[in-house]
């Protein structure tokens, strides 16, 4: 009798354990996948923000260099001298030819240079901490309704009409970030419009 409650016992006991055991590992496996999905999440929106920053760097870069044609005194026919081409040249954004455009940096300035295919032709930026390449490219479209050609009115006298035709004064410049996460692509898109509103005033 006292063998076989003491059989019973150890099989409770070893039983117990590999309850337990199996327990433990169903949770530390769970625990794990957590916290490799966390990991993922969490490089994810780390490139995510990287990539806002590339798309606000073109933004930027865009700004200061209409701000910079004003400071050269180009004149209102100058503010958007923003295209490089090879011999060092800037030239106006010509609206009708090339809308998709890259960034260019020389010794002296900022420009950018007309794309035809963004998806082989854009600027790849590779940021060593993670290990991505980002891929980036705007796009340059004039727009109506913001402020006229005539740049002889007045700020007073500036109506404002959506159906107005597109305005040599205001360019919309977007501009598209993608990246290769895992084997999908991830992509970003900001949008602003840049004016020559220096003349009417």
Same mark, same amino acid.
């Given at each position: 009798m006292? @063998?076989?409650?003491? &059989?019973?016992?150890?099989?409770f006991?070893?039983?117990?354990?590999?309850?337990?055991?199996?327990?433990?590992v169903?949770?530390?496996?769970?625990?794990?996948?957590?916290?490799? &999905?966390?990991?993922?999440?969490?490089?994810?929106?780390?490139?995510r923000?990287?990539?806002?920053?590339?798309? &606000?760097e073109?933004?930027?870069?865009?700004?200061?260099? #209409? *701000?910079? @044609?004003?400071?050269n005194?180009?004149?209102?026919?100058?503010?958007d001298n923003?295209?490089y *081409?090879?011999?060092?040249?800037? %030239? +106006?954004? @010509?609206?009708?030819?090339?809308?998709?455009?890259?960034? #260019?940096?020389?010794?002296?300035?900022f420009?950018?240079? /007309?794309?035809?295919d963004?998806?082989? &032709?854009?600027? $790849?930026?590779?940021?060593?901490?993670?290990?991505?390449?980002?891929? #980036?490219y705007?796009? $340059?479209?004039?727009? %109506?309704?913001?402020? /006229? @050609?005539?740049?002889?009115?007045?700020?007073?006298?500036?109506?404002?009409?959506? +159906?107005?035709?597109?305005?040599?004064?205001?360019?919309?410049?977007?501009?598209?970030?993608?990246?290769l996460?895992?084997?999908?692509? +991830?992509? $970003?898109? $900001?949008?602003?419009?840049l004016?020559?509103?220096r003349?009417?005033?």
């Amino acid at each position: 009798m006292k @063998n076989s409650r003491l &059989q019973t016992k150890k099989a409770f006991g070893l039983l117990e354990v590999l309850i337990s055991a199996g327990i433990i590992v169903v949770i530390l496996g769970a625990m794990t996948v957590a916290a490799r &999905q966390s990991m993922k999440q969490t490089q994810s929106l780390q490139n995510r923000a990287q990539a806002l920053y590339l798309a &606000q760097e073109a933004i930027e870069s865009l700004r200061q260099m #209409r *701000d910079t @044609n004003w400071l050269n005194n180009t004149g209102d026919n100058g503010w958007d001298n923003m295209v490089y *081409d090879a011999s060092g040249i800037y %030239g +106006k954004v @010509n609206y009708s030819i090339a809308n998709n455009y890259v960034l #260019r940096f020389d010794t002296n300035r900022f420009g950018v240079a /007309p794309i035809t295919d963004p998806s082989t &032709q854009s600027e $790849i930026v590779k940021i060593e901490t993670p290990g991505i390449e980002f891929n #980036r490219y705007l796009r $340059i479209e004039n727009v %109506g309704g913001l402020i /006229p @050609n005539d740049n002889t009115n007045s700020a007073k006298q500036i109506v404002i009409n959506a +159906k107005d035709p597109a305005s040599d004064n205001a360019m919309k410049v977007t501009v598209n970030v993608n990246w290769l996460e895992g084997v999908s692509t +991830k992509s $970003i898109q $900001i949008s602003e419009i840049l004016t020559n509103w220096r003349p009417m005033y």
